[in-house]
């Protein structure tokens, strides 16, 4: 089956700055890529997606890009405020399959 | 406003107790998954559900049972409670066919002693 690894587990940055987050695929057949928020004490939730026909999707200060030959997709943050701080999921899924396989989490830290 | 929700945001239970996990959406989804969500281990998959009285082995079912009578209900089973599932467990829907978004429930923090 489908094996996500999310790298780091841990990021701090200073307020203003950029954070990345890597994840890496198993699966060639993976064609969806999400990531979701989650904040404390609540579930996750998405907050952006690809699919593989893209290589970049952008929505205001948050980007992901794909790259399918090596089978790895990052999320970028950038001009992080402190109400991004939270636990950043990714995730990957064959666009025929309804589950999704999620990697281990990155708690992300935005400095004041 | 899209909306799930599970019966219960903390529960304690002994060992060997049969433990019932409650969940709910109002969206009219044909989807629901069972997450638990442990520290360094991300979600992982226990069972999911695409249409009433359908269910589906995820990565970790071992221990756990399901249940759909109806649409908008799917419900979590713990036969006999290990403090191994002493965990975080997520609710979670979707619609149709193929990978789309899931929307997330509170979550129920269960603890086993």
């Known amino acids: 089956g489908e094996n996500v690894e999310q790298h780091p587990s841990t990021l701090s940055v200073q307020e203003g700055d950029s954070a990345v987050i890597k994840c890496t695929y198993s699966?060639?057949?993976?064609?969806?890529f999400p990531w979701y928020k989650q904040e404390l004490g609540k579930g996750p939730q998405l907050i952006i997606d690809i699919r593989s026909n893209v290589g970049e999707k952008k929505d205001q200060r948050i980007a992901v890009t794909l790259n399918k030959t090596a089978k790895h997709f990052s999320l970028h943050i950038t001009e992080t405020q402190p109400e991004d701080s939270a636990v950043y999921f990714c995730?990957?899924?064959?666009?025929?399959?309804?589950?999704?396989?999620f990697g281990s989490g990155t708690q992300l830290t935005v400095l004041p | 406003d899209v909306k799930v929700t599970q019966s219960s945001r903390y529960l304690v239970k002994r060992t060997g107790e049969k433990v019932f996990l409650e969940c709910v959406q109002d969206m009219d989804h044909e989807n629901m998954f069972w997450y638990r969500q442990d520290p360094g281990l991300g979600l992982r998959l226990i069972y999911f559900?695409?249409?009433?009285?359908m269910k589906e082995k995820g990565d970790i079912p071992e221990g756990y049972s399901v249940s759909r009578e109806k649409k908008e209900r799917f419900s979590l089973i713990l036969e006999s409670a290990s403090t191994n599932q002493t965990s975080m467990y997520l609710c979670?829907?979707?619609w149709g066919q193929g990978a789309r978004e899931q929307y997330f429930g509170p979550g129920t923090r269960l603890t086993v002693t």
């Open positions: 979670a829907s979707s």
């Open positions: 559900s695409y249409d009433v009285k």
């Open positions: 995730a990957a899924s064959k666009g025929s399959a309804r589950q999704l396989t």
């Open positions: 699966d060639s057949a993976s064609n969806y």
